[in-house]
């Protein structure tokens, strides 16, 4: 059966570029097994046709307050009464701004207003205009209204700039969505998690670093939230906003990180290692700017500490998941490293596929075998990895 099967669903359509997604939106939710019902605002019929979207969802598409086809003439009332959920995808600042000051001036912000089931909004806008205070302030009330807020996510815009703003693609808030109906697989655990790479100082401006995004960590300690985790992020230098509900602490070095995660790691139920960790850091850096007078520096390098054998070595260790980037042999070397830290299940991906990208493909290692994640955006895996993990859990 798919994971939306007999999900009713009001799809509110508001009026951006990215309206026109909501065709593939619609298909993908019909196609999960839900039952859509589409509402558009005026500006979202100047991008997209509600017969577009009635033909894909199989029912009426609603734009009218005062349509004389809904009983007892109360479409703002009756529309979401049978809903499990309103998803308002793209959601423009606007509309936003109008939910979270509770105003009902056309019949989606008056249907959400008078809603009994959860919400759910997809934010699509021009960069400057999500970055805008006000925006951020109307975020930050309806996600303490209870609102679910899935995405933006940042790339090229309609306007040609490049920034944070886009709407997640469909697929991606297909995943939200069935993430939001999910069973809260992990309530009650502690889960621990590292993102980004570390920065190892040479002198006061210059240092060894590496090319982690951190957008998979930040996304697994997103999913593990998502699953009623209460989750601790230790990230090093990565420029991602911090997933709701997640606990970050910054850290720069591999042993701040390592500090860090050994505070945390005795009260924690699950370690999830996604880091990129420098293996090495140099000896002695210089606290003043190396001149090049001076000649070529020579840089004596140390071992930094193995924080996922630090957890793992402890008595009674968290159940700890390692992850292993690999440019070639990807299946002999994740084997090698699960088995000389001793973790019960390790997640491999092609470095050359994964470092900085928005989606990747994992394989998963276990006592059970190999398990393919095929390529998807990052959240979609690490929901995966997640109800993996969840399910190991289970069986422990
Ligand atoms: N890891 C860690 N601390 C380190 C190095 C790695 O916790 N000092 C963790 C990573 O977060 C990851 C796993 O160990 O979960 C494997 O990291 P990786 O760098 O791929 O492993 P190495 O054994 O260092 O292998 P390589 O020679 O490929 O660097």
């Known amino acids: 059966m798919s994971d939306l099967a007999n999900k009713r669903i009001l799809l509110g359509v508001t009026g951006g570029i990215a309206a026109y997604k909501a065709a593939e939106l619609t298909r993908l939710l019909v196609k999960a097994g839900a039952d859509v019902r589409a509402v558009m605002t005026e500006s979202a019929c100047r991008f997209i046709t509600p017969t577009t979207l009635q033909a894909l969802s199989g029912n009426p598409a609603y734009t009218d307050m005062w349509d004389p086809g809904v009983p007892n003439n109360m479409a703002h009332i009756e529309l979401s ?127 060894l670093t590496n090319l982690s995004s951190g957008k998979m960590g930040f996304a697994v300690a997103q999913a593990a939230a998502e699953a009623g985790a209460a989750v601790t992020l230790v990230a090093g230098p990565a420029s991602l906003p911090t997933p709701p509900g997640v606990k970050r602490e910054n850290v720069t070095t591999a042993r701040e990180m390592h500090d860090a995660v050994m505070a945390h790691a005795a009260g924690s139920d699950i370690f999830i290692a996604v880091a990129a960790v420098a293996d090495y850091r140099v000896a002695d850096p210089k606290d003043f700017k190396l001149k090049k007078d001076a ?14 054998a630090s ?29 000389k830290r001793r973790v019960p299940l390790l997640a491999a991906n092609l470095a050359q596929h994964a470092f900085g990208a928005d989606d990747n493909a994992l394989t998963l290692f276990d006592d059970s075998g190999e398990h393919e994640l095929p390529r998807a955006p990052k959240i979609a895996l690490a929901r995966q990895l997640v109800a993996h993990i969840a399910r190991m859990i289970d069986r422990h």
């Open 81 to 207: 009464r049978d809903r499990d959920l309103v998803l308002v995808a793209p959601a423009t600042a606007d509309f936003l701004a109008k939910v979270a000051a509770g105003l009902g001036d056309d019949l989606l912000s008056t249907l959400c207003l008078a809603r009994e089931c959860p919400l759910a909004v997809a934010p699509a806008m021009n960069r400057q205009m999500w970055e805008h205070p006000a925006t951020q302030r109307n975020i930050a009330t309806l996600r303490a209204d209870g609102v679910a807020i899935l995405g933006p996510e940042a790339g090229d815009q309609a306007c040609g700039e490049t920034g944070m703003g886009r709407m997640e693609e469909p697929t991606a808030l297909v995943a939200g969505i069935t993430a939001l109906f999910g069973p809260q697989r992990l309530a009650g655990k502690r889960v621990l998690v590292t993102a980004g790479p570390t920065f190892e100082p040479i002198d006061t401006v210059r240092g």
């Open 295 to 308: 000649g070529a520096p020579k840089l004596a390098l140390v071992e930094n500490p193995d924080i996922l």
């Open 311 to 339: 957890v793992a070595g402890l008595p009674n260790p968290p159940f700890c998941v390692g992850f292993a980037a690999e440019t070639e042999n990807l299946r002999e070397h994740a084997q090698t490293k699960r088995k």
